[in-house]
Nanobody
Framework: VLLQASGGGSVQAGGSLRLSCAAS????????MAWYRRVPGKQREMVAE???????NYADSVKGRFTISRDNKKNTMNLQMNNLKPEDTAVYYC?????????WGQGTQVTVSS
């Protein structure tokens, strides 16, 4: 699956951004779709994930502020990010898994200034 992430940018603390990840195929049967982020010098970390059964999971640091969703008609996954904090600054990557096959999209930069 080819994944194309978009929606990154620069925002002040407290602001909002919406990331989108467009898939090259139907996403209904993808077992898992997720957003990860990476800060230079640190390991990539899971931010939010969405299962094919509708379940979601979030990193503790973003709970209550970020919402992951899928739009099966548009074959996209979205991440609504509210009340952004400077520590959310990172490159965000979309990810999907179907069985043992894993695909990553290119990153999109999110910068939050204080």
């Amino acid at each position: 699956v080819l994944l194309q992430a978009s929606g990154g940018g620069s925002v002040q603390a407290g602001g909002s951004l919406r990331l989108s990840c467009a898939a090259s195929r139907n996403i209904v049967d993808l077992d898992l779709m997720a957003w990860y982020r990476r800060v230079p010098g640190k390991q990539r970390e899971m931010v939010a994930e969405s299962s094919s059964f509708g379940g979601t999971n979030y990193a503790d640091s973003v709970k209550g502020r970020f919402t992951i969703s899928r739009d099966n008609k548009k074959n996209t996954m979205n991440l609504q990010m509210n009340n952004l904090k400077p520590e959310d600054t990172a490159v965000y990557y979309c990810y999907c898994r179907r069985g043992v096959v894993i695909d990553w999209g290119q990153g999109t930069q999110v910068t939050v200034s204080s």
